[in-house]
């Protein structure tokens, strides 16, 4: 973000308690810093040589990290016209910022004392602090958080495991999963976004032996894997709990979609196997759940942990080893120009 | 797991190529690691004094992995016989297991020179490797990898930051977002599940300046903070793409829902913004972007990095800063029983 950049957006007009200065004195606002990944490195003392050093191995690393999307805020307690000397004099080409008030380590959640000492610190795009460095002495220190911050850049882009690694799986084993962890999977599909924030996805879990077995006989033939599942997790919602729009847009569907979209993710990461199936009798169901007549069960998930194959008969087994399918992309997606 | 459990399921029917044995001449089935978080650690010298310690410390440990659903694997290169002739005169009470040919190595994704060394490796309940520890020699190591695999399982049972950093943000800067992540963000979303893997969504992008200005002008007004966005990733579908089961159940919207909770999620992880809206004209997006007449544009999502407040209007600003409404989970979850 070059200072051109900070003049266009016109922020420093924005009051937010953020007091970096560069060298001409402009303020440098904690909104410019939204969404961008940055690295602070707090010098303690900067006329020291190792400091000078240290501020020259960052120098040389600019590139790489302008190539990586990372910004770099190197922050003294010097007043902005000393810091401008210094650079000259010392020959140093990357920006240094004053901090004199010290405001913006609330905001970085930084401790007073921590900077009496060079600390460099990490965040990602949302502020989320993902790397800290005490005692910073030496070059390999200042490769060290270099790398680790591309690293994190690089993995952030990857394709989340707790997506890629969900399959429709089947040999669910019969463990008990512990209730405050299935109503944890409830609370991530209720931070779902939905329509006017209409909220309109409803959920009611089994885990009682009784209610299952009366459930399981309303299940497909094909589905009987699911007897195994420790907890059965019943999806349904109504039209009119949500957005009705022109153009054929009823949004309960999709936004319930979106809630247990967030459901299964969830789900994957805490190791659980959550498949949701549309092999029931819909009706029998929501009679034997007390659930009201007009709403649309739409899925029944199946939840537990992954157990042997030899839980599944001879043609699930089959399935349960065989790679995702997936038209092609182009047949889903394009740009449109 | 006891050894009673690996009875119980009579897996060692299966024929994996795993060969781990226990003291009875038993073999463990590599299909009983699958949904458990495991410790395998390699003892390379057992009747060295270290390894014996190193025994002992796990020994002590054992009732934490088992809080923490931590399965221990302790492996020898040596025949079950004499392994239970060593845990007698050590008085040592964990399972010790017995590898002759090895071939497990090329399943836990470690290659036969690494074992010659006291190596410890976690994985979680995917098998993936979440943790690989070498040459150990002390408590201290054994008190770090225990902690360490606990901290894993802890971590895994929290909401993930994918879905909880989400929120509707509209300030987006009009920084471009390369075409790659874009893909990503698709590729993302075509993992999600459907009704007999229809795969029912469809998504048009658009990043060039002509067309977002054309589709601009049948943006709500409410919605102007779009305007901003570098990318509108627009998303449809129809009723025929999908199961059509009784009981009103059509799932091209659910499951069209899910693909885009996979995509939010991605999004998030990757630092990008993604809010999907529904205050646009589908009928006129519909006919810019040339899409079927039939198909329903159930949303379109504004994709781009987060920019400073100043980029939004003082109502928008306002929504910026509140915080995430939801209604009680009681409102939308119970147990039946």
């Keep these: ?7 266009v957006t016109g922020i420093s007009k924005i009051s937010s308690g953020f007091a970096l200065r560069d060298e001409n004195n402009n303020i ?3 909104e410019l810093l939204k969404g961008r990944y940055s690295i602070f490195f ?24 302008m190539k990586n999307s990372i910004e770099l805020f190197v922050v003294v307690k010097r007043a902005p016209e000393k810091i401008s000397q210094f650079r000259k004099s010392e020959k140093v080409s990357l920006e240094i910022f ?14 007073r004392s921590e900077v009496n000492d060079n600390i460099a610190l990490f965040y990602d795009r949302w502020r989320v602090k993902r790397g800290y460095w005490k005692s910073i002495e030496d070059k390999t220190q200042v490769i ?5 911050a591309k690293a994190s850049v690089k993995q952030d882009k990857l394709i989340s495991n707790a997506i890629s690694l969900r399959r429709a799986r089947r040999s669910i084993r019969k463990d008990k999963v512990p209730r405050k962890d299935i109503e944890r999977l409830i609370k991530a599909a209720h931070l779902a976004p939905s329509c006017f924030n209409k909220q309109p996805w409803r959920f009611v879990a089994v885990d009682d032996g009784e209610t299952l077995e009366k459930l399981h006989n309303y299940i497909s033939a094909g589905n009987s894997w699911m007897n195994n599942a420790p907890v059965l997790i019943v999806v349904y919602s109504s039209k009119e709990l949500d957005c009705e729009l022109s153009d054929n847009r009823d949004y309960y569907l999709f936004d319930t979609g979106l809630a247990v979209g967030m459901l299964l993710v969830q789900a994957t990461k805490m190791g659980l196997i959550a498949h949701p199936v549309a092999g029931y009798k819909p009706k029998k169901f929501k009679e034997i759940l007390e659930l009201p007549d007009n709403s649309v069960l739409i899925t029944v998930i199946a939840v537990g942990y992954q157990g042997e194959s ?6 699930n087994q089959k399935e349960e080893i065989t790679g995702r399918k997936r038209n092609p992309v182009e047949s889903i997606f394009h740009w449109y120009k």
Tied chains: 1, 2.
Excluded at 56 to 62: A, L, P, W
Excluded at 310 to 315: F, T
């Design 144 to 148: 060290e958080i270099i790398e680790s």
């Design 1 to 7: 973000m070059s200072s051109e950049d900070r003049k």
């Design 28 to 30: 440098i606002d904690c």
């Design 98 to 111: 004053s901090t004199e008030k010290q405001d913006e380590l609330a905001w970085l959640g930084i401790d």
């Design 310 to 315: 030899s839980l599944l008969n001879e043609k």
């Design 42 to 65: 707090y010098v303690n003392n900067l006329d020291s040589t190792k400091s000078k050093k240290l501020l020259h191995y960052f120098d040389n690393k600019i590139d790489v990290l």
